[in-house]
Structure formats: C-alpha cells, structure tokens
C-alpha cells in the first residue's frame, strides 16, 4: 500500500505569527489513519496554536494543510469538520448548564443534520454508550465530577463522526483511574469507530503508553518525531522537555 494510501492529515511548512511573535514555525506533521499521534512540548511551545492551525481556527500565515489528500490550506473550520477533522479545546468544550444528553445531542446537529428526533435521541443513547455516560445522560454537565465532564467534551466531539479527533489535554485534572478508563476509550475509538486520535498531553506516562508515534514541538519549532522509546531516549528532548518535566 502506497504511504499516500495510509496519510490521513500532513501539514508541510505550517506557520504562524501573532504580531511579532512566531508561535508555530516551519512545523511538518504527517498522520497515519488509525493512528494515535502524541504531540509534545513545554507550555507555550505552540502545541494549541497548531491544533487551531491544523482545525482551521486560525489561518496560518504560511504552510500548507492537506486532509486525505485534499489541500485545506485556509479553510474554514466548519469545512475542515465537515471533512472529518474535529477538535476538543483545552479548556472545554461543553455547555455547563445543559444535561449530559442535550451536549451530546449538539455535537450529532453537525454529523447527523436531517435526522428524525427519533433516530438522534437513539444516536445520542449510543454514543454516551460507547463513552460510558450512560449514567450520567440526564445530569447537569457542569455538576459532574472532573473526569466525566472531559468525557462529554470527548464525547460532543466523537458524536461530529470524526475521522481524526484531536484532543488539547483531555486528560489534565483526572485522577489515575479516570486516566486509564479514558485511554480506554480513546483504544475503543481507535479500534472499533475508526478514529484517528491526535493527543496534545503533559501526562506522560500516559502518553508514552497510548501513543504509536509521538511528535515534539519545541519554541514553535519540531524538535522531533519518533515512537514512544525513542523520544524517551532522545537526547534533544530531553533536554529541551522530558528532563525539565519537574519544573513545570
Ligand atoms: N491568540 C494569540 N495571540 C497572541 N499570541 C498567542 C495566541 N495564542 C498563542 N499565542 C502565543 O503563542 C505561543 C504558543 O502558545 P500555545 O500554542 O498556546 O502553546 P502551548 O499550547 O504549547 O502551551 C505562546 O507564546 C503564546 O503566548
Ligand atoms: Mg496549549
């Protein structure tokens, strides 16, 4: 199988400049279908910036975007969703004061427009299935425990019928076990309902765990690619993030 076959999402030269500051620059990534990709770095290396980049929130200033083969560069973030690239945001992505179920139901508007009532409250009903919300459908959002609230945010997401969900610290805040039932589900996404997962994380030992290949930003630069051990082992990560990690 040619690796054009297999490239989800690449990005060639991606750029992006907030006045005088250069917050992403010259930055390459290629995503293979089926994949989880970690994407790296210290704080403000430019990590939220390329999912804005990459989901269409913010034009880049130069660069290139390509989606299954399609160039995107510059399209609006409704277009790029549409194409199958939806995006959590770092700081939430769900309506507090509405239950479980109408977030959930939200998030199928986009993917499902025309459907019967019928037919999307059934939709919602498997989703939070699949999420593990069940219990939770007719609660206020914002009364929930931390963990679960960042399973809606998945799970508003998931319900847009992604091809690539992209997920901004989805894990920050969670204890050990919610941490583990949420890698859980992001190999169910994997595995069973054909998403490809692009993780931006601080947690690391989770990262190195879910991920097949994990990039590096580094001051807005790609500092490195590589699976798992070989970025643990990679000197200039180290350095520049992984031996500073106790700092933070
Ligand atoms: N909308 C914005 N306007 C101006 N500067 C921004 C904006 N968003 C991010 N930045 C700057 O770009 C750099 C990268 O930020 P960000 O992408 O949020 O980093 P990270 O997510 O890796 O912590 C930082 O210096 C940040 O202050
Ligand atoms: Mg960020």
Known sequence: MSNQTDTLLSAK?????????VAVSNFDIEIGRGQIVGLIGPNGAGKSTTFNLLSGFYKPTSGELYFEGRNCTGASMMTISR????????????CRSLSVADNILIGTMHALAGLHRRERARSVAEIAGILGLTPYL??????????IQRLVSIAIAFAAKPK???LDEPLTGLNQTEVTSTLEVFDLLRREHGCTILLVEHNM??????????VVLHH???LATGTPAEIQRNEAVIEAYLGKRHEH
């Open 138 to 147: 007719g609660a206020t959002a914002g009364t929930l425990p931390h963990g």
């Open 83 to 94: 194409l199958g690239l939806v995006r959590t945001f770092q700081h939430g992505s769900l």
């Open 220 to 222: 807005g630069q790609h």
């Open 205 to 214: 030992k989770a990262v190195m765990s879910a991920c097949d290949k994990i």
């Open 13 to 21: 030269g991606l750029t992006k400049h907030f006045g005088g500051l």
């Open 164 to 166: 690539l969900l992209c």
